[in-house]
Nanobody, 117 residues
Framework: QVQLVESGGGLVQAGGSLKLSCAAS????????MGWFRQAPGKEREFVAR???????RYTDSVKGRFTISRDNAKNTVYLQMNSLKPEDTAVYYC???????????WGQGTQVTVSS
């Protein structure tokens, strides 16, 4: 049974920082793609960032230069460091795991991030 558990969300002022964590269990973490997605109220879920087993990363344009995805394979954990947060970053953030980038078959329950102006 694969499980993904996010943590680290909260309320922060614009310009502040948060670091999200996603602890994975039930699969060989290092071999899988890990992604972060978010869904704001009334909007579709959107891709934020991903990390592949070869060490490559990718970001959506709106977070480039502000967010950093990283992974610790020894701890089976993926992180999302979010700096210079903006009110438009407010959303529920989900982590996901899959066999390759763009193909995600397991999702976490989400963690709320709220950025006040």
């Amino acid at each position: 049974q694969v499980q993904l558990v996010e943590s680290g969300g909260g309320l922060v002022q614009a310009g502040g920082s948060l670091k999200l964590s996603c602890a994975a269990s039930g699969r060989t973490f290092s071999s899988f793609a890990m992604g972060w997605f978010r869904q704001a109220p009334g909007k579709e879920r959107e891709f934020v960032a991903r990390s592949w087993s070869d060490g490559s990363t990718r970001y959506t344009d709106s977070v480039k230069g502000r967010f950093t995805i990283s992974r610790d394979n020894a701890k089976n954990t993926v992180y999302l460091q979010m700096n210079s947060l903006k009110p438009e970053d407010t959303a529920v953030y989900y982590c996901a795991s899959g066999p390759r980038p763009g193909v995600y078959d397991y999702w976490g329950q989400g963690t709320q991030v709220t950025v006040s102006s």
